[in-house]
Nanobody, 125 residues
Framework: QKRLVESGGGSVQSGGSLRLSCAVSGYTYSLYCLGWIRQAPGADREGVASIDSVGLTTYADSVNGRFTISLDRAKNSLYLEMKSLTPEDTGMYYC???????????????????WGQGTQVTVSS
């Protein structure tokens, strides 16, 4: 059974850092694009970062240089390291997967088909 379970969210002040984790189970890494998406209050979900089966990473312009996505296959865990957080980064963060032959098509926001229950990130000014 495929599952994505996020953790690591919390409340931080502007300029702070957080590391999100996602326990990944039931997915064959060579067949999926993995990533993180977020949803701010009253807004649509938006892609944040993606990583493909060969480790190629792509980021939204708004987080490029501040966020780092990584996958530890031995631990079956996907991570999102977030630095220099701003209030605009506030939202629910979801770990996501897209069945696409392992490619993210160069996008940080492909048509993810699966996502977890989310973890809340709140950044105060």
């Amino acid at each position: 059974q495929k599952r994505l379970v996020e953790s690591g969210g919390g409340s931080v002040q502007s300029g702070g850092s957080l590391r999100l984790s996602c326990a990944v189970s039931g997915y064959t890494y060579s067949l999926y694009c993995l990533g993180w998406i977020r949803q701010a209050p009253g807004a649509d979900r938006e892609g944040v970062a993606s990583i493909d089966s060969v480790g190629l990473t792509t980021y939204a312009d708004s987080v490029n240089g501040r966020f780092t996505i990584s996958l530890d296959r031995a631990k079956n865990s996907l991570y999102l390291e977030m630095k220099s957080l701003t209030p605009e980064d506030t939202g629910m963060y979801y770990c996501a997967a897209d069945y696409a032959g392992g490619s993210c098509s160069g996008s940080w926001d492909p048509a993810f088909s699966d996502w977890g229950q989310g973890t809340q990130v709140t950044v105060s000014s």
